[in-house]
């Protein structure tokens, strides 16, 4: 492969993996983690391993660069638009969580799909980046969760007038764990909520908010 743009592997000191099948990385399984050796794809680094641990649901990505002066971009490529939350990264129905202290950014790149062969046609691949300071020797972990599908609740409520009640339901909703989105429409006297929030906490954070909610 000429570049790892567009793979899921770490970007260190601004650069990514060297191309060359001598540069491929070793792997090794335990019986409960994967083992890859990725030290041969980089420049100027002591050692780079990734360990991949399978649970149900659930995919822990533990990474190890020893080296000096080591500025580490965790980078997840997806061709499905994901959003910041409070949780962390939402891919779809996937949540991606990085321990320890780091920036997030987003970014995205149209590419020709060598596949199909049609110059015109553009896809577009996204890029979330787990950026961390610099440092010598660094262990990071991703944590990859198999969230439940979104799901649509319809809550029937009373007292919103004007768009400054629309505006004020919708964000107590949204402030609702699990929430993803929020619509009030006001001559249903509907607030929808997208997500996977407790029903019972939607209600509750409603009528905190002085409006009532009809059963």
Known sequence: CASSRGHSVPIINGKEQLPGQERKAKASYDGERIALD???AYDAVD???????????VVEIQDYFAGKTLQVTERFATRVEPQICAQGVRIGELL???EGDCD?????????????????????AYFVDFVFA???NISTETIIIEEEPNMETVIKVNGMMCVHCKAR???VCKAVPGTVDAVV????KTVTVTGNADVAALKQAIIDADYEVVE
């Open 96 to 98: 991606l969580q990085c």
């Open 134 to 136: 610099e440092v010598e």
């Open 169 to 171: 339901v919708e964000k």
């Open 185 to 188: 429409d006001l001559q249903a």
């Open 38 to 40: 990725m030290t041969l």
């Open 104 to 124: 997030i950014q987003l970014s995205s790149q149209e590419y020709h799909p060598r596949a199909l062969g049609d110059l015109d046609t553009t896809q577009t």
């Open 47 to 57: 050692v780079v391993t990734r360990n991949f641990l399978l649970k149900e649901d």
